[in-house]
């Protein structure tokens, strides 16, 4: 199973852009890289998906190198709205989360 | 559009009883899973299924029993609850298992256990 490695937590202020970092050593060729944001007291929802090089939606932009061992998540000036907890996924047969990292934004 | 909908929302039973958690989805969606979530932390998967009559474990299924006899419904049940089970319960689906694909989670079940 691939196994990700996010920071626990992050701090940043309105209007910054923010970039979370995750690691996927032992991702596997046939393995997408999926985010999800969770709020408090409710089920994570999709944010961005990508296989390799660069996603952009409305929300979000991920960046994915060529050895694909990491990606990173880019919110374009946050808010407080941003405030959640972000998970990187990264398809296995079983989908396993990791623990997240959470974001908190500052007035 | 109803999507994937969790009853009970909220649950407190006591130490022994068996207590089921119904997860429904309108989509036809092949996988299903559920997730517990303790106060905190991160997601662990315990159970998931690929299709109708098939299941297979997560990482955390000792004391969790699931059966999926239709395509819609996956029910979790605890067979004699225990208070390590007390956490808040995800059900989540999606067309397939990987390759590309989206999980689309329920609004949670919050169980307590006395």
């Known amino acids: 199973l691939a196994k990700t490695t996010q920071p626990i937590s992050m701090d940043s202020y309105e209007g910054q852009e923010v970039n979370i970092t995750c690691s996927h050593n032992n991702i596997a060729t046939n393995d997408y890289i999926t985010w999800y944001q969770q709020f408090p007291s409710q089920g994570p929802r999709f944010i961005i998906q990508?296989?390799?090089t660069k996603v952009t939606n409305e929300v979000a932009s991920l960046f994915i190198p060529a050895d694909r061992k990491s990606s990173t998540l880019s919110l374009p000036r946050v808010s407080l709205s941003d405030t959640a907890v972000y998970y990187c996924?990264?398809?296995?047969?079983?989908?396993?989360f990791g623990s997240g990292t959470r974001l908190q934004v500052q007035p | 559009d109803a999507g994937i909908t969790q009853s009970p929302r909220y649950k407190i039973t006591e130490t022994g009883r068996q207590v089921t958690l119904m997860c429904h989805q309108t989509?036809?969606?092949?996988?299903m899973f559920w997730y517990r979530q303790d106060l905190g932390h991160g997601l662990r998967l315990i159970y998931y299924s690929a299709a109708a009559d098939i299941t297979d474990k997560g990482e955390v299924p000792d004391g969790y029993v699931v059966s999926r006899s239709k395509t819609e419904n996956f029910p979790l049940t605890l067979e004699s609850a225990t208070r390590s089970q007390t956490s808040v319960y995800f059900c989540a689906s999606s067309e397939e298992g990987r390759g590309g694909n989206t999980i689309y989670f329920g609004e949670g079940s919050w169980l307590t256990v006395v």
């Open positions: 989509w036809s969606h092949s996988y």
């Open positions: 996924l990264v398809e296995g047969r079983a989908l396993t």
């Open positions: 990508g296989y390799k």
